[in-house]
């Protein structure tokens, strides 16, 4: 399989993977917040930008594992696909817009992926995700 094809496979697991993981702590986190009561809406713009980061991660780690090297661009690839993804789901909507909220996520999803990048790497245990 050529680096391009397998790059682009990783990337996209990795894209599919932080996006769920997205999903899986944004429940964790409305849990937590109607347990607690109702957070002002700046403080959950700032938590949803911090969840995203956190998919972010999730999906580099995943995609570098995947790629098994290169972990800067894979994890980078997949942390500004999952922010594409969740940029067009969200202005999709009626009503909504591009703010400078937009441009924090679009920085936590790229840093979250590259760190995710590496941290993917820096595990030994590689040879279960190499099947892909």
Do not use: H, Q, W
């Amino acid at each position: 399989m050529s680096d391009k094809k397998k790059l682009a496979k990783a990337a996209a697991v990795g894209c599919i993977c932080g996006i769920l993981g997205s999903a899986a702590l944004t429940g964790i986190f409305a849990a937590i917040i109607l347990g607690t009561g109702l957070l002002p809406n700046e403080l959950t713009d700032c938590i949803m930008a911090g969840i995203l980061g956190a998919g972010a991660v999730i999906g580099g780690i995943i995609a570098a594992k995947i790629n098994g090297g290169a972990g800067i661009p894979v994890g980078g690839i997949t942390g500004l696909a999952i922010f594409f993804v969740t940029a067009v789901a969200s202005l999709s909507r009626s009503g909504a817009g591009v703010t400078s909220l937009t441009v924090i996520k679009l920085c936590a999803s790229a840093i979250g992926g590259i760190a995710g990048g590496i941290l993917g790497l820096k595990e030994k245990r590689m040879s279960k995700y190499k099947r892909f």
